[in-house]
């Protein structure tokens, strides 16, 4: 109902963030996808979208501090991009954004809407987050959870430090996705 801004980290081809640059309300929409031929197909979607004046892609994987790594990939799964595996059998080096990188491109007073999928990055991703200088702006905060390779419990513990009250899941078992909102004003 008001104007927004949507960080898609992890945006794989893009489904969000086009969905998200279809609100007649979402100001931009910042794609952050690290893996080459994924972020061909992002690039790709969003410009058979016509949706490239609202949907900016940017080929970063999103941490606490910039540089390279290598990232696991699956060439018949572009969703499964990991950087939890140290020595994947298929990978590739990537580019990482550092907060302080990752801020400069949220410039603007817009609200934040954020969905992370970073296949158990998240805790790492949520840090750079709280610690980032545009974190007041940060309104909502859609993440994936798969308790195999992150801790549920303390990610909610350090978005309640940090202000959010609102916890919404969605899915069942151990891999479902949570909806944390700071209070409405």
């Known amino acids: 109902a008001r104007p927004f801004v949507f960080v898609d980290i992890g945006a794989n081809q893009g489904l969000y963030s086009l969905l998200a640059a279809r609100n007649p ?71 990482i954004l550092g907060i302080a990188g990752v801020d400069t491109l949220l410039e603007g007073p817009q609200p934040l809407i954020v969905k992370i999928d970073v296949e158990g990055h998240e805790e790492t991703v949520i840090d750079a987050l709280l610690a980032s200088a545009h974190r007041g702006r940060i309104a909502a905060i859609f993440y994936e959870v798969d308790e195999r390779w992150i801790d549920a419990a303390a990610i909610v513990a350090r978005l309640r430090g940090a202000g959010f009250t609102r916890f919404a899941r969605f899915g069942i078992g151990r891999h479902y996705d949570m909806l944390a909102e700071m209070p409405k004003i």
């Open 25 to 95: 309300q979402c100001a931009a929409a910042i794609a952050f996808e690290p893996v080459a031929a994924t972020f061909a197909l992002l690039s790709e979607n969003i410009a058979l979208n016509g949706l490239g004046a609202t949907v900016r892609p940017v080929r970063a994987a999103v941490s606490l501090h910039s540089g390279i790594a290598r990232i696991a990939t699956d060439r018949a799964h572009s969703g499964t991009a990991s950087l939890r595996s140290a020595e994947p059998a298929e990978g590739e080096e990537i580019s």
